[in-house]
């Protein structure tokens, strides 16, 4: 497929793919081997979900929320040769602090990871008088290190541009609140070295009822994409439902230069919970998307997301396909 709209991406001719079922109208497909990881997959564990994954060497390395059998949440790191099928270590991974005092985490999970320069950055929520945003790095997925917390409690969903917007590094994050947050916005903020921040800024919040799916609170999903058009951001809506929560995909695009203003997003969503997986399990009705590859040369997509709050998921979609989706569908900021 020819790209319409340029993709700031290195070329991933190993990409994770399946093309679109014959007759399918989706901009967004599910993989016919769903789930790729079952809740089983590691030891010990009781599921595996909300996880990230980025090319590493010649194939893929991913780090993991892993909740074990006495269900606590900690992340475990894994290797792939073809993005599907996936060694995950039996252990969560251990990091060093960068500094002898810093706080020790009480839990970890639904980590992002991105590539800034040689450097592979994690961001996850952790455990520090409440939920809030870790921040940590590896340069072989062999040593992890733990940076300072970027923010104070609460907060979640942090992840970093794979640029600095001008001078400075900048993340995108959704405050929160000890519990499980009934609301919730994205913003943005910067920072000259990723120890002090800054420059907070309102990207978005829930929508009303002309776009339900996402009414009670947002977040956002994997580390944004640069495009032409601005940055391709996936981010998850949750609906409240007679019978709870209901978690799904959606898209925006923002501005290059200012992230925090939104061009143009979607008032449809792209994937809803409707497979088995992502119904039935320890969370039902939740599509979490927190990863992407991206194949610059073609604008494939491969999303990685969590199903139920027990499993991971593939799908796949078009840059070009998603923005022009996006485009027609537009909510407005």
């Known amino acids: 497929m020819s790209t319409r709209y ?11 793919w399946e093309d679109r079922p014959p007759g399918s109208r989706e901009v967004v497909w599910r993989y016919s081997g769903n789930p ?25 390395a991913g780090v993991f929320r892993v909740d074990d059998t006495a269900r606590r949440m900690d992340l475990r790191r894994g290797f792939s040769e073809d993005g599907i099928h996936w ?14 005092d ?9 980590p992002r990871v991105v590539r800034l ?8 929520c952790n455990g520090y008088h409440g939920p809030g945003i870790g921040l940590g790095y590896t340069d072989d997925f062999e040593t992890f290190v733990q940076m300072e917390s970027p923010f104070m409690p609460y907060n979640r969903n942090g992840v970093l541009f794979p640029r600095k917007i001008g001078d400075n590094y900048a993340l995108l994050h959704r405050p929160s609140d000890a519990g499980h947050t009934a609301f919730g ?49 996936l981010y998850h809506g949750v609906l409240t439902s007679c019978n709870g929560f209901v978690y799904s995909m959606g898209a925006a695009l923002l501005d290059l230069d200012e ?37 610059g040369e073609t604008g494939r ?27 027609a569908t537009d909510l407005g900021a």
């Open 6 to 16: 340029t993709v700031v991406a290195d070329p991933l001719p190993h990409i994770p």
């Open 36 to 60: 790729i990881v079952t809740r089983d997959h590691a030891k010990g564990a009781n599921s595996i979900f909300n996880s990230a994954v980025v090319p590493f060497k010649e194939g893929f």
């Open 87 to 100: 060694e995950i270590d039996d252990k969560p991974i251990r990091f060093t602090p960068e500094h002898r």
């Open 102 to 110: 810093l706080p020790q985490s009480e839990f970890k999970y639904d």
């Open 117 to 124: 320069g040689s450097r592979y950055y994690i961001t996850w």
């Open 185 to 233: 916005d994205i913003f943005y903020s910067e920072s000259p070295d990723l120890k002090y921040w800054g420059r907070h800024r309102h990207v978005m919040g829930p929508r009303g009822v002309e776009s339900l799916w996402q009414h009670t609170k947002i977040g956002a999903g994997p580390a944004p994409i640069e495009t032409s058009e601005g940055w391709l951001l």
């Open 259 to 295: 992230p925090w203003k939104v061009r143009y997003r979607s008032a449809h969503y792209l994937l809803s919970p409707r497979a088995y997986y992502e119904c039935v399990g320890d969370v039902p009705n939740v599509v979490f998307p927190c990863a992407v590859l991206c194949d």
């Open 301 to 327: 997509l491969a999303v990685y997301y969590g199903g139920a709050d027990t499993v991971v998921a593939l799908a796949f979609a078009y840059v070009d396909e998603l923005i022009e989706f996006i485009k």
